[in-house]
Every structure is written in C-alpha cells, then in structure tokens.
C-alpha cells in the first residue's frame, strides 16, 4: 500500500523462502526446484512403475564406472547435480566433481583448461541451459580440439516445463561445428555405449538423451564403444525405410511392425546413432534401394537431424526420383503438455509416423 503511493520507479525486494510452510521442502529445497509427483507425507518422489532407470541414472552410474578405472574422469555440472545425475558422481568421487554454480558459460570453460591438463572432463548440463554456453564451445573447446565431452539431459521435448525446457534445438546448434562428434542413443544400453565412446573420443563429443525412463534395456556391465559415424539397421525391408535417431527409434520399429501386420508392407528401419558424423556410406546405401525415405527427429526441422541427412543425398546427387518425408519440430515455439502428447500433436510418435508411411506408400 505504501509503493501505490509513491512517485517514480520503486524496487521492492522481498525475501522468499522455497517451500515456506512444507517441512521436506524447507529442509530439502533442491529436490523440490522441479516438483513430479511425491508422497505429501514425507516429500518422497513416487517411484516409475516397473521401476524402470532414468536416462539420467544411467547416465551418472555409467560415468562412476568408467570413472572407478580411470581417475582422470571428472564431472562439472551448473547447479544442477541432481537434475543431471552428478550427484550420483559427487558421491563417489567428491574431490572430482565440481558445481560451478549457475554459470554454464563458466563450466564449458573451465572443463576446457581442465581438457589441456589431460583431464576428462563429463559436462553434464540440460539441453536448452547449454545454449549460453555456444560461444565457449565454440572458441575454448571446438577450435582447441580438446577432449570435453558434453551430456545433454532433457534432450527433446520434456513436457510441462514448456517452451523455455524443450531440448529441441541441440542437433542443429552443435551438428554444424568442427571437430565436434554428436550422438542420440535409442535406449539405456546404448546410451552407456556412447558415454564410454565420448570419454575415449579423443576431441570434443556430445550426447544428448530424452526426460524420463527408458525401455528397459540394461545396459552391459562394462559398455563398449561404438565405431564413429555407423549406424545400425535394426529391421530391414522393401517398400521404403525410415531414417531416424534418438528416442524416436524404438517407436519407428513398432510402426513398421503395425504397418507390415496390417498391410503387409516391409518397411525398413535405420537408427543413424551419429548425428556427426553421419553414417553417410550406410544412409547413400539405402538411398540406393529405397524411393521412399521418412526422417524422423525429435529436433527441430530447420538445420537438424533430417536437414543432415538430406544436405548428404543433395551433395552425392542422390535425392533424384525419391519421395522423401521430414517429421520433427516445426518453426515455432512448442508449449506445455506432456510427452505424450505433444509428440501426437507434431506427429512424431508411431501414430504420426505410421500415417505419413502410409501416405507415403499410397495407403491413406
């Protein structure tokens, strides 16, 4: 009543406390910054049904293992340990994690010196908080070659967070600076896989990977390594294929299974695994047997995942006589709703892939 009151500008600052009133909130303030559903009696979070692992679990107890046989491993995260999984690190190796605070521009420097020390450095940071950071990626990691591996949780979209959380522009601000190699995984297996191919990648490597839990693929006891710029065909066919990466592969397998059960069309699948570099000797291949090619990617459209792959056919005289499909983000800020349902509505889940591939083959 007092500010109404006066004339000109007026600061009013006032002091919060998270939680205020809520004892597991007031004692426990962090694990309260991004609320899913809990137990009000106690503050715990309600466990996953199945109990299946997080992709960000799998992510940090891949790093401790690696990091149990190899000391120079270290984890830096920005204010984020328990949103990244470095918590999980900082348990077992506090003298080699460091939380630089709310300064990812700061981390992506620092774990660059650390890189020129010989160290390994694991910068876990969510997808969209990583774009502060593009000049000093750029400057002090890309064009010094140096071996700083960087793990993008919340990769795609992550739902109620909104248009400031989604992940969806990752693949097209990275895909396109040198030296760097960048990866997707399909599942918690492969994700292990591609954490030890980072650290072992001798220059800069990054690997983004989606919000929640996986399928339930354990990963190996000791994960191996993945040969650079190779994908997999995980189901081969006749009538057309579709290219993908990323949380968007396992989906593409169940619709071609639906759509060669109810139509009885054998479509293919290719999981690219690689972002950078593509795995362009095996995706020229099937260009050469397949007319009909739908792109999938859980990125935006414009520079990223799909726009690789056709820049690679453009460039090898390869896109003449093909019919070629890109489903993904569209130009446009994506709102709130849940996983679920904002991949229905850009028509990147199997409803939406299985009615561009009939569409496709002259079936709808």
């Given at each position: 009543?007092?500010?109404?009151?006066?004339?000109?500008?007026?600061?009013?600052?006032?002091?919060?406390?998270?939680?205020?009133?809520?004892?597991?909130?007031?004692?426990?303030?962090?694990?309260?910054?991004?609320?899913?559903?809990?137990?009000?009696?106690?503050?715990r979070?309600?466990?996953?049904?199945?109990?299946?692992?997080?992709?960000?679990s799998?992510?940090?107890?891949?790093?401790?293992?690696?990091?149990?046989k190899?000391?120079?491993?270290?984890?830096?995260?920005?204010?984020?340990?328990?949103?990244?999984?470095?918590?999980?690190?900082?348990?077992?190796?506090?003298?080699?994690?460091?939380?630089?605070?709310?300064?990812?521009?700061?981390?992506?420097?620092?774990?660059?010196?650390?890189?020129?020390?010989?160290?390994?450095?694991?910068?876990?940071?969510?997808?969209?908080?990583?774009?502060?950071?593009?000049?000093?990626?750029?400057?002090?990691?890309?064009?010094?070659?140096?071996?700083?591996?960087?793990?993008?949780?919340?990769?795609?979209?992550?739902?109620?967070?909104?248009?400031?959380?989604?992940?969806?522009f990752?693949?097209?601000?990275?895909?396109?600076?040198?030296?760097?190699?960048?990866?997707?995984?399909?599942?918690?297996?492969?994700?292990?896989?591609?954490?030890?191919?980072?650290?072992?990648f001798?220059?800069?490597?990054?690997?983004?990977?989606?919000?929640?839990?996986?399928i339930?693929?354990?990963?190996?006891?000791?994960?191996?390594?993945?040969?650079?710029?190779?994908?997999?065909l995980?189901?081969?066919?006749?009538?057309?294929?579709?290219?993908?990466?990323?949380?968007?592969?396992?989906?593409?397998?169940?619709?071609?299974?639906?759509?060669?059960?109810?139509?009885?069309?054998?479509?293919?699948?290719?999981?690219?695994?690689?972002?950078?570099p593509?795995?362009?000797?095996?995706?020229?291949?099937?260009?050469?047997?397949?007319?009909?090619?739908?792109?999938?990617?859980?990125?935006?459209?414009?520079?990223?995942?799909?726009?690789?792959?056709?820049?690679?056919?453009?460039?090898?005289?390869?896109?003449?006589?093909?019919?070629?499909?890109?489903?993904g983000?569209?130009?446009?800020?994506?709102?709130?709703?849940?996983?679920?349902?904002?991949?229905?509505?850009l028509?990147?889940?199997?409803?939406?892939?299985?009615?561009?591939?009939?569409?496709?083959?002259?079936?709808?």
């Amino acid at each position: 009543e007092q500010v109404k009151k006066m004339d000109g500008p007026v600061l009013v600052h006032v002091l919060t406390k998270k939680g205020k009133g809520y004892t597991p909130a007031e004692d426990n303030p962090t694990q309260f910054h991004g609320v899913g559903s809990f137990e009000p009696e106690t503050g715990r979070a309600k466990k996953f049904k199945g109990g299946l692992p997080s992709y960000t679990s799998v992510f940090g107890n891949t790093l401790c293992k690696l990091a149990e046989k190899d000391e120079k491993i270290v984890a830096i995260t920005a204010a984020m340990p328990e949103g990244t999984g470095t918590d999980i690190f900082r348990k077992q190796f506090p003298d080699r994690f460091v939380d630089v605070g709310i300064c990812e521009q700061h981390a992506v420097t620092f774990a660059a010196g650390l890189a020129t020390l010989g160290y390994k450095p694991a910068v876990a940071i969510y997808s969209t908080f990583l774009q502060r950071s593009y000049d000093q990626i750029v400057h002090d990691v890309c064009l010094q070659n140096l071996n700083v591996n960087f793990f993008l949780d919340r990769g795609g979209l992550v739902g109620a967070d909104g248009a400031t959380h989604h992940g969806v522009f990752d693949m097209s601000y990275l895909r396109h600076i040198p030296n760097l190699i960048f990866m997707a995984p399909k599942d918690e297996a492969e994700l292990a896989r591609m954490v030890r191919t980072a650290i072992d990648f001798d220059g800069p490597a990054a690997v983004r990977y989606p919000r929640g839990v996986g399928i339930g693929a354990i990963p190996e006891e000791t994960p191996g390594t993945l040969e650079i710029g190779t994908g997999e065909l995980l189901r081969d066919g006749f009538d057309g294929v579709v290219i993908t990466v990323g949380s968007r592969v396992w989906p593409a397998v169940e619709t071609v299974e639906e759509i060669d059960e109810e139509h009885g069309k054998a479509v293919a699948v290719f999981n690219a695994r690689f972002v950078k570099p593509l795995p362009e000797k095996e995706i020229l291949e099937l260009a050469s047997r397949f007319k009909k090619i739908l792109i999938v990617e859980e990125n935006a459209k414009a520079g990223g995942f799909s726009s690789a792959v056709v820049e690679l056919l453009v460039d090898n005289n390869a896109i003449d006589g093909h019919e070629i499909k890109r489903l993904g983000i569209p130009d446009e800020f994506i709102e709130h709703g849940t996983q679920l349902e904002l991949r229905n509505e850009l028509g990147i889940d199997t409803e939406g892939m299985k009615k561009s591939m009939l569409e496709m083959l002259g079936l709808e």
